[in-house]
Each structure stands twice: as structure tokens, then as C-alpha cells.
């Protein structure tokens, strides 16, 4: 393994490949509702608008998360137009920038080693080709985002307390990492100071090393902190008195602390989410922990136990909450990456045929089920979807069998080198063919087929309506928000500043007698009960999940 992590030509082969790979497929699936039409949406509107202080979803205010990202995506929406590609390349390109530190960082970690460049290689493949780094590097959240900075954060930490580090060393890469904070802060909110905060509290109390308080250059960090987050915070809050309680206290303590949001979960929650999302490299996961917990005492910064402690804070801190989704943890997977660093060249054959046999089951077990995925069906989700998308699985499944089998037989002949490219292939190529396949699905996810067979039917004065029901990719595939009728949600706060933004079915009722072309968005159970409150309705457009109609020319309602 070391013969080829030390030679050129294979190392800018495998990035190259990596980076085309990683990028060409970030605009081929169209957004999906919710997370990826509302992110997509805030940023287009803030384009459109100009107003590059108050976020506004639907044309309403929406304060739940900072603001960074939508800067990020308006930017990108502006020099690239407003395609699938532009709203998923901050994920992406965060992600990508993420990996690279990891290399650079493990190389400084490990540069006294001979094998540095194997580790810092290894490491960084490692976290390339984990299935939870490329999902949410092209799906379209927040979480990516605040991932890669907090990533540069604690690599920049850990880069700035080697014992070996000079002073001029330490004091930049400690700007760097309260630099990258103050981005994580403005991406995701306090989350970026709670992590490496803890971390290092946590770190100190279980290894008794308080040095690292000596060397973090506090006057000047803080002084950086405030200058990239203040602005931002201090303008938005005087122009809408509003935003600080809600932000500070509802979507940080209040969500943390009760099941407001509707997302909690058992204390296990993140159990699955981690070995799934670690695949191909689960079973060194226990490795990885030993790594870190077992690492002899001494008077250095003892980057293994630091690491092991930011990965297990984040995730006993999300357990803990009664808000969970899945890509919550994502930050421990950097962390969990470089560890694997101090455990790849001492990985023996065996460890290497567990990787290889467990990809190898996957693979199969994608085969064997893609039949059965083809003959699944409902009335939501109907059968020929599923279908469609079963043949991409099966691909996904051969693919990834081809290239476990390549490993495992890599992992007989001793060659580690080439068990590693095997199986961060089958993670990389095997998570994306499946990817790419969800795209099947976007006919019920997505909104995008409804307003391509409305919008040329859209007259100058129609208003667009969409009664008891909100889809987040309506109003972005639209390109203009639409007029919610009893419909309230994460809109509260915003419909609370703005009352005249939520319209009641009453009103709505009048507006549909008076709108010279009223178009209206709902699902079938609301389409339906407004069928028996006697409305005569011509429908535009329809698929299992949505139905799209206006008022019949010749109707008198």
C-alpha cells in the first residue's frame, strides 16, 4: 500500500477520477420536497429580490436556520442559472473541500512516520467514499455545509496543538479553526460553538492536559468569531426585533429539549445511521474506537483521544435531543476518518477480507432484492416507479459485487493497496448508480413534471394556490411563490409578522370566484373535499401525490 500512495501518476489518477465522479453527478436528479426544494427556494428568492439580509421562503420570513448557505446557493444560482447543479453545489463543493483537509491534516498528523502519505491517502478515501459523506454531499441540506466547517475546525485544532508545531504554526492554524467556526456558526447556529467547545472541555477533564487552553490564541479568535458572525446577526435582529427569540431560544434550546419539531426517536436512533453510513469501512469501526480510547497517556496533545471524544460528544449530544434526523451526526465522520488513520497500515488480512465480505453481502443482497423492489407499489408511490428505479439497484448491486470480489481477492494476494481503491469504489460508485435511481421517483417527490404541464397554461393575473398542503419544490420549479391557504406549519412565525400572507378558505372561496384564472395546487384528500363543497373544478394536471386544476371557464361558483 505504501508503494502506491507514495507514487504520483496513481494518487493524481484516483483525484481526478474522484472529483469527476463526485461533481458531474450533482445536477442529474431533480430537487426534492422538502429539504431540497425549500434550501433551493430561499436562495432563489433572495436572488430575485435582492434583499440579501432576511431570509424568505414562499415570500415569507423564515428565521430557522443563519444565513450563510443561502448566501451560497444565490451566488451560485446567479452564475449558474437556476439548475439542480447550482442549488446542490455548496454540499458538494463543502464535502469535496472537507476530504481535501482531511488529507492535508493526517499528512501534518503523521509526518513523522514513513508511512505518512499511505495514512493521510487512506484516511482521506475513507471519508470520500463512506456512504453517508457522498449522500449528503449531493443532497441538498444544511448539514454538509455545517459538517465541512466544523471538519476544518477540528482538523485545523488538532493541526495547531502538535507539540512540534512553531508558534507562528500554532497561531494560524488556530485562526483558521475559529475562522471555520464562525462559518459553521453561520451555517447552522450554536451547534458550531457547542461541538468544539465540548470537545475540548470533555478532552481536558479525560486526559488532564489543560495546555491546549494556553495555545488558542483567544483575543484574536474571538476577535475573528465576532467579525465574520456579528454583522449578520446584529442587522438582521434590528430589522426584524422578532428573530433573536425565535432563533436563540425556539430552534436551539426549545427544539433540543422537546419534540416540538416531531422528530424524536428512540435513544438508539443513530445506531443504523452510523453503520450504514460508514459502509464500506463499518467493521473497522471498533478499531477505530480502540484507536482512540486506548492510546497511551503521555504528555503531548493526544489527537486520538480528542478525536474519539468530539466523535462520541456528537453523538450522545443528538441521542440525547428530542429532534433527530439521520444526518444529524454527520460531523463525526471526519473525526472518525482521521482516526482510522493510526489503524490502516496495522489492519491485517483478515480485517481487509471482513471489508471486502461485507460489501460483498451488500451487493449481493441488492441483487437478490431488486425483483422484489420492481413488484412493490401503493397508491403514493405506484408500482412502475418502483420498478424503474429496481433496475438501477440491480446495477448498483453488480457493481458493487464486482468490485467486492476484486478486493477480496486483492486482500488474499496481500496487495492492501488495491483492496482500498476496490472498496472505496464500491462505495463511491455502488451509493451513487442507487442515487442517480432515485431519481425514478421524482415524478412523486418532485413537483417539477406538474408546473412544466401548468406554467405555459399560467395567464399575467393568475395567483397560484395551494390549499391545506405545501410542497417545498413548487414555488422554486415555478420561479414565484404561491398563496397558502390554510396552511401554517414552519411558516408560524413569518404568517405572525405577516398576517396577510395566510389566506383562509373562506376568503380563498371568494378569491375563486373573482380571480379572472385562479390555479390551484392540493393533494387528493383536500382535492376531494373540495369536490363536496360543490366547487367546479377543470384539472390542469395531476400525479398520485398532487393535483393541480383551475375554474372551468363556463363555471359560475
Partial sequence: MTDFANKRWPKWLLFISFAVLWFSTLGYRKLISPDEGRYAEIGREMLASGDWLTPRLNAIKYFEKPILQYWATAANFKLFGETEFAARLWPGLTGFIAIIALYFTAKRLFRRRNDAETRAVGASVMLASSLWWIGNGHFLSLDMGVSSFLAIALFAFVWAQQDDAS?????????????????????????????????LIIYSLWTRDWKPWT????????????????????????????????????EHFQRFATDEARRDGSWWYFVPVLLAGMLPWTALLP????????????????????LLAWAVLIFLFFSKSQSKLPSYILPMFPALALLAGYTLIELRRRSWLWLSGTMLTLGIAMMVAAPFIAAKGSDKTPQIYNAAFSQWALIGGIVITVTALFALWSAIRHRFDLTLIALAASGLIGAQIPMLGHNEFAATNSSYHLIDVIKPQLKADSTVYMYRYYDQTVPFYLKRPVQLVDYTDEFKLGQTQEPGKLMNTEAFLIH???????????????????????????????????IAFTRPASASN
Fill in 287 to 306: 478499531q477505530i474506537i480502540r484507536a482512540g480510547w486506548l492510546s497511551r497517556p503521555s504528555q503531548r496533545f493526544q489527537a486520538q483521544r480528542f
Fill in 215 to 250: 495555545r488558542m490564541h483567544f483575543v484574536k479568535g474571538i476577535a475573528l468569531l465576532l467579525l465574520i458572525t456579528a454583522p449578520w446577526f446584529v442587522m438582521v435582529s434590528r430589522t426584524n426585533p422578532e428573530f433573536a427569540h425565535f432563533f436563540f431560544i425556539h
Fill in 512 to 546: 375563486w370566484r373573482n380571480d379572472p384564472a385562479p390555479v390551484v395546487i392540493t393533494n387528493p384528500d383536500h382535492f376531494r373535499l373540495l369536490q363536496r363543497q360543490g366547487l367546479s373544478m377543470q384539472i390542469l394536471a395531476s400525479d398520485p401525490r398532487r
Fill in 167 to 199: 508558534p507562528r504554526e500554532n497561531r494560524n492554524a488556530m485562526l483558521v479553526a475559529w475562522g471555520a467556526i464562525a462559518l459553521a456558526v453561520m451555517s447552522k447556529g450554536l451547534i458550531g460553538l457547542v461541538f468544539p467547545g465540548g470537545t
